[in-house]
């Protein structure tokens, strides 16, 4: 059974930062690309940031790049997003996401706020 803990969301200032993780069980974690998406109220759930099976290639949104950091440890079946610089448009609840060439896998969400 496939399961996601999506963990470090909350509430920070703007300016503020959070790291984000998602521990993931139940498939072979090294197989698949791992990827950040995030939903605001109102809006389409749109891609944050993307890492490669073993790494070696990681895309970022425009909105978030020099901002936001990902990560993953595949020993650990864990990926991560480090949040520098958080800004109120950053507002939305972020969803892990695993995919390979037949399968997708998405966890339930962290909210993260950013306001004074």
């Known amino acids: 059974q496939v399961q996601f803990v999506e963990s470090g969301g909350g509430l920070v200032q703007p300016g503020g930062s959070l790291r984000l993780s998602c521990v993931a069980s139940g498939f072979t974690f090294s197989s698949y690309a791992m990827v950040w998406y995030r939903q605001s109220p109102g809006k389409e759930r749109e891609l944050v940031a993307s890492?490669?099976?073993?790494?070696?290639?990681?895309n970022y949104a425009a909105s978030v790049k020099g901002r936001f950091t990902i990560s993953r440890d595949n020993a650990k079946y864990t990926v991560y997003l480090q949040m520098n610089s958080l800004k109120p448009e950053d507002t939305a609840v972020y969803y892990c996401?695993?995919?390979?060439?037949?399968?997708?896998?998405w966890g339930q969400g962290t909210q993260v706020t950013v306001s004074s």
């Open positions: 996401h695993a995919r390979d060439i037949a399968r997708t896998y």
């Open positions: 890492i490669s099976p073993f790494g070696g290639n990681t």
